[in-house]
Antibody, heavy 120, light 109 residues
Framework: EVQLVQSGADVKKPGESLRISCTGS????????IGWVRQVPGKGLEWMGI????????IYSPSFQGQVTISVDKSIATAYLQWSSLKASDTAMYYC?????????????WGQGTPVTVSS | EIVMTQSPATLSVSPGEGVTLSCRAS??????LAWYQQKPGQAPRLLIY???TRATGIPDRFSGSGSGTEFTLTISSLRSEDFAVYYC????????????FGQGTKLQI
């Protein structure tokens, strides 16, 4: 069974750093892409970026380029989303999701989401 | 950037009825279009990819159609569990061009 399990909720202050994780299981982790999606409370879905877990090839949405860093540790089948300096506007639910390998077929598998709250 | 526009923002329907949701792309995306369902407190769920292919386990009352810039998601005979928010997503330039989501259509009773 394919599963993506995300790290738990986090509460941070503005200016702090944060790294959240997404661990895949039940499939060959290195032959798929993992994407990150933001959802601000009460709002829609925003694609942030994707990473190919085999070689760490990473593509960012222009809206998030320079604001976050996506990485992967294939030895432990885990993808990461990190911030070096959080803002209050980063308060949101963050989802990871698995895309296809060679072709795009939508995000079929999703993590449970990681709520991030940034508040002084 | 390709902009995806969904209409209407909210749709009020009754169980048992059929409904059609619309999604328009600002430029052609061919059939590189997916639909997702999201219920409160849950992660999105993939319904349709390739504009018309149902994802694994999706009941056949969900159907997608369209190509180019105009797409529809049709749900026949609505059930109580179908009331949710629906998003379209384009991926024509995947992977380098990434994705764009529509703003969503809320289906309410």
């Amino acid at each position: 069974e394919v599963q993506l399990v995300q790290s738990g909720a986090d509460v941070k202050k503005p200016g702090e750093s944060l790294r959240i994780s997404c661990t895949g299981s039940g499939y060959n982790f290195t032959t798929y892409w993992i994407g990150w999606v933001r959802q601000v409370p009460g709002k829609g879905l925003e694609w942030m970026g994707i990473i190919y877990c085999g070689d760490s090839d990473t593509i960012y949405s222009p809206s998030f380029q320079g604001q976050v860093t996506i990485s992967v540790d294939k030895s432990i089948a885990t993808a990461y989303l990190q911030w070096s300096s959080l803002k209050a506007s980063d308060t949101a639910m963050y989802y990871c999701a698995r895309e296809g390998g060679d072709v795009a077929e939508g995000f079929e598998y999703w993590g449970q989401g990681t709520p991030v709250t940034v508040s002084s | 950037e390709i902009v995806m526009t969904q209409s209407p923002a909210t749709l009020s329907v009754s169980p048992g009825e059929g409904v059609t949701l619309s999604c328009r792309a600002s430029q052609t995306v061919s059939i590189n279009l997916a639909w997702y369902q999201q219920k409160p407190g849950q992660a999105p769920r993939l319904l349709i990819y390739g504009a018309s292919t149902r994802a694994t386990g999706i009941p056949d009352r969900f159907s997608g159609s369209g190509s180019g810039t105009e797409f529809t998601l049709t749900i026949s005979s609505l059930r109580s569990e179908d009331f949710a928010v629906y998003y379209c997503q384009q991926y024509i330039n995947w992977p380098r061009g990434g994705y764009t989501f529509g703003q969503g259509t809320k289906l309410q009773i």
